[in-house]
């Protein structure tokens, strides 16, 4: 039997500081994430995790 390697990904749901928009980003965004209603950057890539500039809420499982 083997065993599934655990997802060290996920979504997470953030909240735009400028326009109230809450949105589901994924955690390993490999682009800038903009916020679909104002524009304003939500999460910037970094090489693995994403830096939320945004707040975030939850993550999602």
Known sequence: ????????????????????????????????VNCLVCGEVLAEPTGGKANFIAKVLEILP
Do not use: H
Request: one cysteine or more; a positive charge; glycine letters at 0%.
């Open 1 to 32: 039997m083997r065993k599934v390697k655990d997802c060290k990904t996920s979504f997470v749901k953030v909240r735009c500081s400028k326009c109230k928009n809450e949105q589901n980003v994924f955690n390993s965004a490999s682009t800038k």
